[in-house]
């Protein structure tokens, strides 16, 4: 028999859970599977500072190497699990060997979208942004004059442009959608963001999505898209979204749907396993969400650690976001699922905004560009479930510490 706690990937979510547990001094064995040859790292900068050379790789993990045996946590790197044995408690890695556990925990992120191979995405030059091989191999591409094109307004790809540009190439963007950000954010921070990367000299083709990409001797060399034009490129960033890496859970027998089911505790529908992070969904209000973000990838291994660890405290999430593009900071705090009103409102500085989101009269979410009081007041409001007074809010010359008043 075994007291370990098995935690099968090594991203934010794992590092986050193991991390806490030895903040509790909870002293059970740990061994954390990592699929990449490196140590956990952060993310979040590695297609921004690591990709535009500001920041050094060491500077991105969250632990120096020594830290997991002076922890008596043991890391496989390079390693993934082929199979979870839920009945006689054992991961199958693809090397052959077995790990036994009493608990398990997933924390298997998610995997970008790819394009098809029959339009062209098994061409040399196609890249997805989400891991170190990626920002190194698009470091590599990212050459002055270069021409690329990013498949997808969303915050990744708009993200990319705003590197690209900050390193010199030629920036198109298309979206299939009627906007850009139409998923995720109101027309009103898509209409900030949209001039903002015209004013960087970055084509933005909205309505506008990809026939095929075109190759010679295997590599991207051009794009037809949906509109009949013809464009020549030298490389193609993806940024279509992500999906949950809920295949092992599923094979076990896990239940999954959209993400590893789990509940408030982060227990799945084995109560041996836990899930936590990108790859969860998770409850939600009525329902359920996938939350991919950093912020949720933390919290909610932290409060799985804590429940591993003998507590019985449910997560309870309070979303908040960040996109750095150029020298706009954009911070979103709550969630705007199914916003029926907005409010926008100028910020006390030039180059500042706040977006409001509003469903059923009741204040939701909030994005506020280069607006770091904004982006405070509306979290504060979120967290104590206050509801601003609107006139108030609409009133640019007001204070905003009024509507926590």
């Not at 030895?22 to 690591?50: C, F, M, N, S």
Request: net charge negative.
């Amino acid at each position: 028999m075994t007291d370990r706690l098995v935690i099968i990937g090594a991203g934010q979510a794992g590092f986050a859970l193991a991390a806490k547990l030895r903040a509790l001094k909870d002293t059970r064995p740990i061994t954390i599977v990592g699929a990449e040859d490196v140590l956990p790292y952060q993310r979040p900068p590695l297609t921004k500072k690591y990709l535009l050379g500001e920041m050094a790789f060491d500077r991105l993990l969250f632990r120096p190497e020594h830290w997991y045996p002076d922890n008596d946590v043991e890391i496989r790197l390079a390693t993934w699990a082929e199979q979870i044995k839920p009945d006689s408690k054992q991961v199958l890695l693809q090397d052959g060997s077995v790990l036994d556990y009493a608990t398990l925990a997933l924390t298997t992120g998610s995997s970008p979208r790819s394009l098809p191979a029959t339009i062209g995405g098994d061409l040399a030059g196609v890249y997805v942004a989400r891991d170190k091989r990626d920002a190194d191999c698009l470091a590599d591409e990212m050459r002055p004059g270069r021409r690329v094109l990013i498949i997808g307004g969303g915050y990744i790809g708009l993200e990319a442009a705003a590197v690209a540009r900050h390193r010199g190439l030629e920036v198109t963007v298309i979206e299939m959608a009627d906007r850009i950000l139409q998923r995720v954010a109101a027309k009103e921070t898509a209409d900030i963001m949209r001039v903002i990367h015209e004013a960087h000299d970055v084509v933005i083709r909205e309505k506008t999505g990809l026939k095929r990409l075109l190759g010679k001797d295997g590599h991207v060399v051009g794009a037809e898209l949906s509109d009949g034009s013809v464009i020549d490129i030298d490389f193609a960033i993806v940024g279509i979204g992500v999906a949950p890496n809920d295949q092992l859970a599923k094979d076990a027998g896990i239940e999954v749907g959209n993400g590893i089911i789990v509940d408030e505790f982060g227990r799945t529908s084995d109560p041996s396993i836990f899930a936590a992070g990108d790859c969860t969904s998770l409850p939600w209000q009525d329902g359920r969400i996938r939350l991919e973000s950093v912020q949720n990838a933390v919290d909610q291994a932290e409060a799985v650690a804590a429940v591993i660890a003998g507590g019985n405290a449910p997560y309870d999430p309070k979303p908040w976001f960040w996109s750095d593009q150029y020298d706009v900071k954009l911070q979103i705090a709550g969630f705007n699922l199914g916003y029926d009103e907005t409010l926008l409102r100028p910020g006390s500085r030039e180059g500042a905004h706040s977006i409001w989101y509003f469903k059923d009269g009741v204040l939701i979410a909030v994005d506020a560009i280069n607006d770091a009081k904004a982006y405070v007041t509306g979290k504060k409001l979120l967290e104590s479930g206050g509801n601003p007074d609107k006139a108030l809010l609409a009133d640019a010359s007001a204070d905003l510490k009024q509507l926590l008043s």
